[in-house]
């Protein structure tokens, strides 16, 4: 996961406090609830990305001898892979 633990709950923190202090959103569970969830839910979201990463690599690396003889990018086929991956399993990067 690109976010460690702590700088997880730190965003999730900020945005709890974000939601109340800006009147956004009447909170009806003590805030440090709300950021545990939303810590949660980002979390959740970054391990689902992680793994379509390693479905990703998975699929490239029946193009490695392309990709070595420089024939493909591979960066670029990565990006073009992810994005067709995550639309199919209707994930938003």
Not at 23 to 33: F, I, S
Not at 47 to 67: F, G
Request: glycine fraction near 4%; hydrophobic fraction near 45%; proline fraction near 0%.
């Amino acid at each position: 996961m690109r976010l460690s633990k702590e700088l997880i709950r730190q965003i999730a923190e900020a945005i709890a406090n974000n939601l109340e202090s800006k009147g956004v959103a009447k909170l009806a569970v003590a805030r440090h609830v709300l950021a545990e969830r939303i810590g949660e839910v980002i979390t959740k979201d970054l391990l689902a990305e992680d793994q379509l990463n390693r479905d990703v690599e998975k699929i490239l690396a029946s193009y490695e001898d392309e990709i070595a003889k420089g024939q493909m990018d591979y960066r670029k086929v990565f990006d073009l892979t992810k994005q067709k991956l995550a639309k199919d399993r209707n994930m938003v990067l």
